[in-house]
């Protein structure tokens, strides 16, 4: 009885591990139409969430350098050279929760893919887990300009608005291959919490945090990103 059990087990586990390799490797070929952070969303909506949700993917060259260096910048600025998962955050975030606080969420862009992709918005050591699991595959299976590119397409920029090319079209009225190293930053700067932060009026935090994001940007320089 344990034997067939303990068999059982590891064909569901060998089950799920290919079924997870073909979603990471689909990503090579295929666009995500939909994923579980919008998924949430369009079930458990916010009171300010709109009827109308605005998305247009657009390849990494269709988006403007300035986006690309913007959000690498703001966001993970190790993403050029790490394989998707930030050990010192984690280890510092188990810290952090053994010590009462809230347990901290995804600190670099491939764990911010892997998360919006695939799992739910709940803060927990299982589902920090499956995030780092998905990074690893991510970091494997695909290239640093692609899981660059399925960040900037399905990140949300402010409620329903979801990917660059919307969000250039909804906050400055053209094309995200358009985007100004100013404009970049000020996207660049609602990603943490597009519910929270707006850019008009902007408040005196998101002034200095676009500024900041701009000065970071210069200091790695424009060739900083040389992806493949």
């Known amino acids: 009885m344990l034997k067939r059990l303990g068999k ?3 064909w569901l586990f060998v089950g799920i591990m290919i079924s997870a390799e073909i979603m990471v490797l689909a990503l090579r070929w295929i666009d995500p139409p939909i994923w579980a952070w919008r998924i949430h969303r369009s079930i458990d909506p916010p009171s300010s969430y709109p009827q109308q ?8 060259d269709e988006i403007s350098p300035n986006m690309s260096l913007a959000v690498v910048a703001a966001e993970d600025q190790k993403f050029p050279v790490h394989w998707g998962i930030d050990f010192a955050s984690i280890w510092q ?13 995804a600190s670099t862009i491939t764990q911010q893919t892997a998360k919006n ?3 739910w918005p709940s803060q927990s050591y299982w589902r920090k887990a499956l995030e780092a699991g998905f990074s690893l595959m991510l970091e494997l299976n695909l290239s640093k300009s692609r899981i660059l590119e399925v960040y900037l397409n399905i ?8 990917g ?3 969000a250039s079209q909804h906050y400055f009225k053209h094309s995200s291959k358009r985007l100004s190293r100013e404009q970049a930053a000020s996207l660049a700067a609602l990603l943490p919490s597009p519910y929270r932060y707006q850019l008009w009026p902007r408040s005196a935090y998101i002034n200095q945090r676009i500024l ?3 000065q970071q940007m210069r200091q790695l320089g424009g060739n900083y990103l040389d992806l493949k």
């Open 117 to 119: 992709l695939w799992l």
């Open 164 to 166: 660059v090319e919307a």
């Open 8 to 10: 059982g087990l590891l």
């Open 155 to 162: 990140a949300e920029y402010g409620p329903g608005i979801y």
């Open 212 to 214: 900041w994001i701009s």
């Open 93 to 105: 975030a188990v810290k952090d929760n053994q010590q009462g606080s809230r347990l901290r969420g």
């Open 53 to 60: 949700i605005n998305h247009d993917w657009r390849g990494i």
